[in-house]
């Protein structure tokens, strides 16, 4: 059990360390290449505060425990909208801006009605993982076209974006935002397998389920590079990569993770899951849509108020309600 514990607090101390250090590189990608931190965030900073739960999706289909892949994802977008955007709204307000935000937000509540979808139609083969790579593929591709017109039509000049991002710094060097970048997507998955195997041996000392721990302690785990990151960019105000984070993570986690382990090995979907986890996952993401829709801030109160969903999801799933 000490050793455990051990791994655990291990794995936090990594987390936060490359959190910051994955925002540092990300908002200078922004600065240098002209393009907004929300980008960035859907993009470089999502998919590398996906790599755990990419990690324990294609181990548990290679180790025939599939259900853990998909109770990993879809506790993990619950996870990302209640607790992950929940914990840095109680430090910050986190600033929403529409123009930025609502693509991005559209393509996540498609992403999940297609999952939800492809969810009822049986276990996820191949024909149906194809289907979610071909998603990511057009939003990755969505996202560069913004940059694109982003970049012809740049409304600020570097000096003034760099204003705006407390990490910028316009005299950084492509090899130090590298070395940022690095470090983050490199020490993200590896404080989170050190915290996952820690949590889990623990849970698993105390006789709690695999299905909880696949959409709880797995789910919270392989979330901690999503909250580490978005925490330190709510400390330093980057609201950019805040949502971006956020967004690009549940978006990456249905359409790439799922598709890739999908291509993998079939992954059966339990009907429990399919009645009340993922309806809970799309309403979590529908909460984002008034502050989406108005450009509305998301301030401490209604970080309470997301947080306090979180815990009572929590309970139900402890009084057996769900997978």
Request: glycine share 12%; hydrophobic share 60%.
């Amino acid at each position: 059990m000490i050793l455990d514990l051990t791994f655990v607090g291990l794995g936090l101390g990594i987390l936060l360390l490359a959190g910051d250090a994955l925002v540092k590189g990300a908002v200078n990608v922004s600065l240098r290449l002209g393009i907004p931190a929300v980008l960035v965030g859907l993009t470089v900073v999502a998919f590398g505060t996906s790599a755990p739960e990419l990690i324990v999706a294609i181990q548990a289909v290679l180790r025939d425990a599939p259900g853990l892949a998909m109770g990993n994802v879809v506790g993990s977008n619950i996870a990302n909208i209640l607790l992950v955007l929940g914990l840095p709204a109680l430090i910050a307000a986190v600033p929403v801006s529409r123009d930025d935000t609502l693509s991005g937000f559209t393509m996540m509540i498609a992403a999940s009605v297609l999952f939800i979808v492809l969810a009822t139609l049986g276990p996820f083969r191949w024909p149906h993982a194809a289907i979610l790579l071909a998603g990511l593929a057009l939003m990755l591709g969505d996202s560069l076209r913004r940059a694109h017109n982003h970049r012809n039509g740049q409304r600020a000049a570097p000096g003034a974006e760099a204003e705006a991002l407390e990490s910028a710094d316009p005299q950084m060097s492509w090899l130090k935002i590298t070395l940022f970048l690095v470090l983050g997507i490199i020490g993200l998955p590896l404080g989170a397998d050190l915290l996952v195997d820690g949590s889990v041996a623990i849970a698993e000392r105390l006789g709690v389920s695999d299905a909880l721990i696949g959409l709880t302690i797995v789910a919270v785990g392989t979330s901690l590079p999503e909250l580490a990151t978005t925490v330190m960019a709510a400390i330093r105000r980057e609201a950019g990569v805040v949502m971006g984070n956020i967004i690009g993570s549940n978006i990456f986690n249905l359409l790439g993770i799922i598709g890739i382990a999908g291509l993998i090995g079939p992954i059966p979907v339990p009907p429990e899951m399919l009645r009340f986890d993922m309806p809970v996952m799309l309403a979590s993401s529908l909460l984002l849509a008034p502050f989406v829709l108005r450009g509305r801030a998301i301030g401490r109160s209604w970080g309470i108020a997301l947080i306090a969903c979180y815990v009572i999801y929590l309970a139900l799933l402890t009084m057996g309600v769900g997978a």
